[in-house]
């Protein structure tokens, strides 16, 4: 069992950065790839980007590449979403996730094993 809590969300201007962190519990934070997805009101869950098991592989989605960035720390059970350059359209809420397969993209997340409940960003125009 593997229980994930997001934070860092919030309020920020177009062009400014946030950095989300997604903490786990549990001593098996390492076996597991490690996924960010966003919902947006209204919208169907999208994949952002994942880490693999060592944190040496990373993929992004198009709409996010150069602006996002993946990193984990398994000896601190977290996993950072730096993002910068927001733009209104990244307004969601950020979910992180956990699969014991690495994948460069998860689609809507329907196989992922666990789920945190998320935080919210919003980039104001």
């Known amino acids: 069992q593997v229980q994930l809590v997001e934070s860092g969300g919030g309020l920020v201007q177009t062009g400014g950065s946030l950095s989300l962190s997604c903490a786990a519990s549990?001593?098996?934070?390492?076996?597991?790839?490690m996924g960010w997805f966003r919902q947006a009101p209204g919208k169907e869950r999208e994949f952002v980007g994942s880490i693999s098991r060592s944190g040496g592989t990373t993929s992004y989605v198009d709409s996010v590449k150069g602006r996002f960035t993946i990193s984990r720390d398994n000896a601190k059970n977290t996993m950072t979403l730096q993002m910068n350059s927001l733009k209104p359209e990244d307004t969601a809420v950020y979910l992180c996730?956990?699969?014991?397969?690495?994948?460069?993209?998860w689609g809507t997340g329907l196989t992922m094993d666990y789920w945190g409940k998320g935080t919210l960003v919003t980039v104001s125009s």
């Open positions: 549990g001593r098996t934070f390492s076996t597991y790839a």
């Open positions: 996730a956990a699969n014991r397969v690495f994948s460069t993209n």
